[in-house]
T-cell receptor, first 114, second 114 residues
Framework: KAGVTQTPRYLIKTRGQQVTLSCSPISGHRSVSWYQQTPGQGLQFLFEYFSETQRNKGNFPGRFSGRQFSNSRSEMNVSTLELGDSALYLC?????????????FGEGSRLTVL | AQTVTQSQPEMSVQEAETVTLSCTYD???????LFWYKQPPSRQMILVIR??????QNATENRFSVNFQKAAKSFSLKISDSQLGDTAMYFC???????????FGGGTRLMVKP
């Protein structure tokens, strides 16, 4: 059974550009959530989608957005990139609406903003 | 809002010995879940152990056990018979009743020495 797949794994952008990250959950999983991991701020929740609906959103500016498709694949977009957006972006999936913490994480997309 | 605090940024332990990682949290919710996640170097985050707040009995998973003190809002992880493969970042995390949204502590970097 394939795990959570995130693409691209590594990318470099410059300030002001935008970026789209993709997450393919484990087959059958309907919940996808996104986290930003940085050395300074640690792991912070971005947003969660379940059956194409955003259920929760973290405390991030509107430059951060996401969506989920009917096949449960999810994308997140960051517009007008800033240096502080450099981070490891983790995606996690679960097949339950209430997973009780049983989230399956991908390896992440490491974004560097120059 | 809830907060999770891990006061030990780094720890080390000799192989085969026991180590305890500390975690405290703050919440106004009565029903919630607490977790320890492990993030090995350059590998996916995986769930180590889960504790339901309504259960008084401490959770155990093989060499991993927790000491859950609800009144003190403390949730420590004990690793017995430490193995080299236990070397990783360990994150304490909280989940309330708002879907699959985790609040993480800052992490403890554990090194197991041969």
């Amino acid at each position: 059974k394939a795990g959570v797949t995130q693409t691209p794994r590594y990318l470099i952008k410059t300030r002001g550009q935008q970026v789209t990250l993709s997450c393919s959950p484990i087959s059958g999983h309907r919940s996808v959530s996104w986290y930003q991991q940085t050395p300074g701020q640690g792991l912070q929740f971005l947003f969660e989608y379940f059956s194409e609906t955003q259920r929760n959103k973290g405390n991030f500016p509107g430059r951060f957005s996401g969506r989920q498709f009917s096949n449960s694949r999810s994308e997140m977009n960051v517009s007008t990139l800033e240096l502080g957006d450099s981070a490891l972006y983790l995606c996690a999936s679960s097949w339950l609406a209430e997973s009780l913490g049983e989230l399956f994480f991908g390896e992440g997309s490491r974004l560097t903003v120059l | 809002a809830q907060t999770v605090t891990q006061s030990q940024p780094e720890m080390s332990v000799q192989e085969a010995e026991t180590v305890t990682l500390s975690c405290t949290y703050d919440t106004s919710e009565n029903n919630y879940y607490l977790f320890w996640y492990k993030q090995p170097p350059s590998r996916q985050m995986i769930l180590v152990i889960r504790q339901e707040a309504y259960k008084q009995q401490n959770a155990t998973e093989n060499r991993f056990s927790v000491n859950f003190q609800k009144a003190a809002k403390s949730f420590s992880l004990k690793i017995s018979d430490s193995q080299l493969g236990d070397t990783a970042m360990y994150f304490c995390a909280f989940m309330g009743n708002a879907g699959n949204m985790l609040t993480f502590g800052g992490g403890t970097r554990l090194m197991v020495k041969p």
